[in-house]
């Protein structure tokens, strides 16, 4: 006959059990997430472009293939979370020398497919770039405004760009689910792609001398935003159109970039309101 547990330690154990569970979903997006294990399965992940989500690292890790790791995370921006070697045992019995990563489960299109598609249903293709944005805090509030005014893809670069994970999933509401995400080797070839495409390329930059007001986003076009401290590439801002930007009032002569872009992108819907009606 087994012997009963008091309930206070039954308390205790499910309340254990039950922190570990919350805490495994939390390291996964709504959408259930893939996982690799293995030092080199995960460099060779990153550098093939995979979005990671999460990554968890052995404390303690040493050796030649780990700095590898860390100059690869390094360069890609990825932080990785420290753990003892439990945790990561919990994620899988087989041998993963110390790391797991979770991959974001986003697809990811080709605005060279996407922009022919919109032209052919009829549609006037109102496009979001965004030139490094690193915070990702700040993406993932640019989708939701993004996916709410209705832009028909987001574009960033492959490298330098926030990672698409799950606090960006969840600052976004899950709008990132829903908006169209493309990943460019080359934004300033992408601009040069999109004009000859018939599409006007906007550069909001407060050193513009044309405030939104003056631009007809009514016509196909991009709105570009640039990196939180140094702002849109002297490249991107060289192939673009035209430089515009929001008027300011007050002394503090910026603004975060997720406000901005909303701003901006919310007067370009006022537009298309007043030429609809």
Wanted: aromatic residues 6%; contains cysteine; charged residues 25%.
């Amino acid at each position: 006959m087994s012997k009963r547990l008091p309930e206070t330690e039954t308390g205790i154990k499910l309340q254990i059990r039950t922190t570990f569970i919350e805490k495994l979903m939390n390291t996964t997006n709504d959408k259930k997430d893939d996982f690799i294990f293995g030092l080199r399965p995960v460099i060779e992940a990153i550098e093939a472009g995979k979005t990671i989500d999460k990554i968890f690292v052995q404390n303690a890790l040493q050796g030649p293939i780990y700095a590898e790791l860390k100059a690869v995370l390094a360069q890609n921006k990825i932080r990785p979370n420290y753990v003892p070697v439990e945790k990561l045992n919990r994620f899988t019995r087989k041998n993963h020398q110390g790391v797991v990563a979770f991959i974001s489960d986003v697809p990811f299109h080709k605005i060279e497919d996407l922009v022919p598609q919109l032209f052919e249903e009829g549609k006037t293709p109102f496009l979001l770039i965004l030139d490094r944005l690193t915070d990702v805090r700040n993406f993932g509030a640019i989708c939701r405004t993004a996916e709410c005014v209705g832009i028909d893809a987001v574009i960033i670069p492959e490298k330098g760009a926030a990672p698409i994970n799950s606090d960006a999933i969840k600052t976004s509401a899950g709008a990132i689910y829903n908006v169209k995400i493309c990943k460019q080797s080359n934004l300033a070839h992408t601009v040069d792609f999109l004009q000859q495409s018939g599409i006007s390329v906007y550069a909001a930059t407060e050193k513009a001398q044309k405030v939104i007001y003056d631009v007809d986003f009514t016509q196909p076009c991009a709105l570009v935003m640039g990196n939180e401290e140094t702002g849109i590439s002297k490249e991107v801002l060289h192939h673009s159109d035209e430089k515009i930007k929001l008027p300011i009032e007050g002394k503090t002569q910026s603004l975060n970039v997720s406000v901005a872009c909303g701003a901006i992108l919310y007067e370009a819907v006022r537009q298309k309101t007043v030429k609809i009606n």
